[in-house]
């Protein structure tokens, strides 16, 4: 390696560490009059919403939050709009779900934090605690969030493109495309589960319905109904058969029982070196749920923008 080569990469690895060190539980412990910031996330609007029955559809604005972070890590950046421009194009379709929940709870708790510490906390950090309190009221388990992130000034769609794992990826692709991102084998299993809760458009799931033998053949036909094999693209079926507005296992018992929605999910529990940490997962809930928290906050310090890099956005929504 040339000289200059190896002064980047110590000078990358050493900000990298450094940027992660910033990131902490109490980062705004004294920003506001003494006061953290962080205590006025649990607004009353935002604690109704999240235990709403129909917001909990809104939740999986969030999902596509945590597949940002794969993009640029967690920075709130353009892929976070589009994936729940999307979204809220296919609640559109829905009775009664005409809007994009997932954040308008982000805009409401946005708007809160604004009011009593103007300026201080970046969208990013916002997110990061929602998705928490999210998965907690939908019967997860808690985490100490760490925070001190920064919101990006740009949005990269091709980026986006190209860095979230597609569901067409087997067990190998899957387990490289979170290496890549510095997260291991395991937290591919812990944060997968995140398909306890919501859905899937038919287009993600068709050549799997109909195409794939890893699949309960009963389970495949009762999908056929809502997803013909041609048209229906937008049409939505849950990710977790049995409890799919419930933070819990079901999405691993699915799997043992070839019931995984997305090719990608069954790719888990397929005969494969991640079977026994899906087996072990679906019999025991409470180390699921706590280590679905500590995979987050793996997830949650892929290099985060900190110090003075990136901004801190006044609406969640579009850089300033
Ligand atoms: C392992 C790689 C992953 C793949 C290949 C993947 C793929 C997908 C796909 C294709 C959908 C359905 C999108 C649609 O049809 O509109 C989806 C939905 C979702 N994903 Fe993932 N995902 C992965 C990991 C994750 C992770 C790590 C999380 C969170 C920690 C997550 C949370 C969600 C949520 C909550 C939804 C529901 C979206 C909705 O109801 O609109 N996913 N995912």
Redesign the pocket.
């Known amino acids: 390696m040339e000289f200059p080569t190896v002064v980047v990469c110590l000078v990358w690895f050493f900000s990298g560490i450094l940027a992660s060190a910033q990131l902490t539980t109490s980062f705004y412990k004294t920003t506001c009059s003494g006061k953290s910031a962080v205590d006025h996330f649990k607004t009353e609007g935002e604690e109704k919403a999240v235990a709403n029955e129909e917001n909990a559809w809104g ?2 604005c ?3 939050i ?2 940002d972070c794969f993009v640029n890590g967690c920075d709130a950046s353009g892929s976070i709009r589009r994936h729940c421009q ?2 809220r194009k ?1 609640k559109t379709a829905q009775p009664n779900n005409g809007s994009l929940r997932g954040f308008d709870v982000v805009d409401t708790i946005k708007s809160k934090v604004e009011s009593v510490c103007p300026g201080v906390v970046p969208c990013a950090d916002i997110l990061a605690v929602a998705a928490r309190d999210s998965v907690v009221a939908l019967g997860g388990k808690s985490w100490g969030v760490l925070l001190g992130r920064r919101d990006s000034t740009t949005a990269s769609l091709s980026a986006a493109n190209t860095g979230i ?3 067409t ?1 087997n067990l190998s692709g ?1 387990i490289t495309s979170f290496s890549n991102v510095g997260l291991s084998t395991k937290d ?1 299993v812990v ?2 589960g ?2 306890t ?5 038919c ?2 799931f068709r050549a799997r319905i109909y195409n794939e033998t890893n699949i309960n053949s009963s389970f495949a036909k009762s999908l056929q109904a809502n997803c013909p094999s041609t048209g229906g693209d937008n049409n939505l079926s849950p ?1 977790d058969t049995s409890s799919p507005t419930t933070f819990d296992v079901g999405y691993y018992t699915d799997l043992i029982g070839q019931k995984g929605l ?1 090719h ?1 999910d069954q790719q888990l529990y397929n005969g494969g070196s991640t079977d026994s940490q899906v087996t072990s997962y679906s019999s025991s809930s409470s180390t699921f749920l706590t280590d679905f928290g500590t995979s987050m906050i793996n ?1 949650g310090n892929i290099s985060p923008l900190t110090g003075s890099r990136g901004q801190v956005r006044t609406n969640c929504r579009k850089t300033n």
């Open positions: 939740l999986p969030f999902g596509f945590f597949h999307l979204h296919r794992p597609a569901p990826l899957l591919l944060l997968s995140a398909h809760i919501g859905q899937a458009r287009t993600s990710l997305l990608s997830m």
